[in-house]
């Protein structure tokens, strides 16, 4: 389940479209073919604002991550959370929840696959798990 629940904008909406059909979408540049991170305005290589909507591999690496302490909001049990940053095949680094590995067994370099997770109240988001 997300940390928080996460709401569209018109914006973000085509995203969210994708996550719904279980799709990871980037942007790519209409002219250098340069893929950006979903949230980007414009190309991060050649600064064209536009940008085309495109499917992912789905597969990327760990770079880094953390572990948020809380807890369990049905039972007050304590939880570790791991939010790390990856970097997708296509080039572009993204935050997202690393979900099925224990924390002590996260590693940097870590191949992970996308999936996708949906809370009531939330937007279905991405998610990786170890490949």
């Keep these: 389940m997300p940390i928080v629940p996460v709401a569209r904008d ?17 942007r790519r540049c209409e002219d250098c073919s340069s893929v950006s991170a979903p949230n980007a305005e414009s190309c991060s290589a050649c600064s064209c604002a536009r940008l085309a909507w495109v499917p992912a591999l789905g597969t990327a690496k760990l770079v880094t991550w953390t572990v948020v302490h809380g807890r369990s909001p049905a039972d007050g049990e304590p939880v570790r959370i791991v939010a790390g940053l990856v970097e997708v095949t296509e080039g572009p680094w993204l935050y997202a929840r ?14 992970l696959v996308v999936g996708f997770d949906h809370a009531e109240g939330s937007e279905t988001v991405p998610v990786f798990r170890p490949a």
Excluded: Q
Aim: net charge negative; charged share 25%.
């Design 10 to 26: 018109a914006e973000s909406a085509p995203f969210y479209d994708g996550t719904a059909r279980g799709e990871l979408l980037l």
């Design 98 to 111: 690393i979900v099925d590995i224990a924390p002590e067994d996260v590693t940097s370099g870590l191949a």
